[in-house]
């Protein structure tokens, strides 16, 4: 008697999906760690140390000649800040960066220019820094805080 | 009963799944590796400010990170917080009133110190970590104070922004 076994039904599953889930998961992974630790942050260099407004101390050496500086007042009003530069006043950091860009294209050696931002005491620092992104666009690249106008 | 030979073992093409997942697997683990190692001091519960423009700095081997707040208004003066990463442990600075001093520290780290062999540090940095609704009256003694350590290198941190169509 010739025994036969069942006849062994074969499903095709088609191709094995277990790694390529794997490696899937493992790249998910890979890129949500690389986004989470993507800086959303960066700095604004300052390379002009603060001047403090004040009288004596060390004479300037004989042949110094003191740097051309661009002071922009810097004062509340109301929620917002207004912004004296010459004898405008600008409260849209549109606008003031416009300005600024302008009053660059006039100096001679712009890059010798000391931008110095000088502003009240009350001014928050959000506002400050508005001011002086406004002055990178318009390519000063000397831009430092002030106190002149700390106890006005 | 007749015997089959075994057929014959043909080696198919290598299977690259495991060797992938075990890299992914290693790169995850020393870039977690490499974050948890690196301390800069720096107080990520502060609000920082907003900007368009900015660099991205890499090297903070030659810089201390100042987290400034506003404080207290005292008899002196307005009174800024300020924490910095100091010899390893989180410290809070005081301009004036007791405590370890911010101007006597920034002017150890950049002018050194000859009694302990530690030479001047022209490159020294500060990076300021300020709160964005703080008022300058807070800002500005942290600035005096790095103006009179003799510290040129100063940065803000900012939040990077797009700029808006």
Redesign the interface.
């Known amino acids: 008697m010739k025994l036969r076994g069942a006849k062994q039904i074969h499903y095709d599953a088609g191709p094995n999906m277990i790694p390529l889930v794997d490696v899937v998961m493992v790249i998910l992974i890979f890129l949500m760690m690389t986004g989470s630790f993507g800086a959303a942050e960066h700095f604004m260099v300052s390379n002009v140390p603060t001047s403090a407004k004040g009288m004596g101390g060390t004479p300037p050496p004989p042949n110094w000649v003191p740097p051309t500086e661009l002071s922009l007042r810097v004062e509340p009003v109301g929620g917002n800040y207004v912004v004296a530069v010459g004898d405008r006043r600008i409260s849209d950091p549109a606008v003031l960066a416009q300005t600024l860009a302008a009053m660059h294209a006039q100096f001679p050696d712009p890059d010798a220019v000391q931008v110095i931002i000088n502003p009240t005491r009350d001014v928050e620092y959000k506002y400050l820094i508005q001011v002086y992104d406004a002055a990178m666009s318009a390519r000063f690249t000397k831009i430092g805080f002030g106190t002149a106008g700390l106890y006005r | 009963m007749r015997r089959r030979p075994m057929p014959p073992v043909r080696e198919g093409t290598v ?1 690259v ?2 060797l ?2 075990i890299v ?2 290693m ?2 683990f020393f ?2 590796v490499a ?1 948890i190692g690196v301390n800069t001091g720096s107080d990520t519960t502060i609000k ?10 890499s090297d903070f081997n030659n810089t201390l990170y100042l987290n400034v707040r506003a404080g207290p208004t005292t008899p002196q003066g ?1 009174e800024p917080l300020i924490t910095a990463l100091v010899a390893g442990q989180m410290t809070e600075l005081h301009l004036r009133s007791g405590g370890d001093n911010l101007v006597d520290t920034l002017k150890y780290l950049r002018q050194g110190d000859p009694s302990r062999n530690l030479p001047p540090n022209a490159n020294f940095g500060v ?1 300021i970590r ?8 807070y ?2 003694p942290v ?2 104070a ?2 009179e350590a003799g510290v ?9 922004i797009e700029r808006p169509e």
Request: charged fraction near 20%; include cysteine.
């Open positions: 299977n799944t495991p992938i997942d992914m697997c790169i995850i870039m977690l974050k920082v400010p907003d900007s368009l423009l900015g660099r991205d700095l307005p990076i300020g709160e964005a609704d703080m008022t300058y009256q800002l500005a600035l005096l790095c103006t040129r290198n100063v940065s803000f941190v900012t939040n990077k």
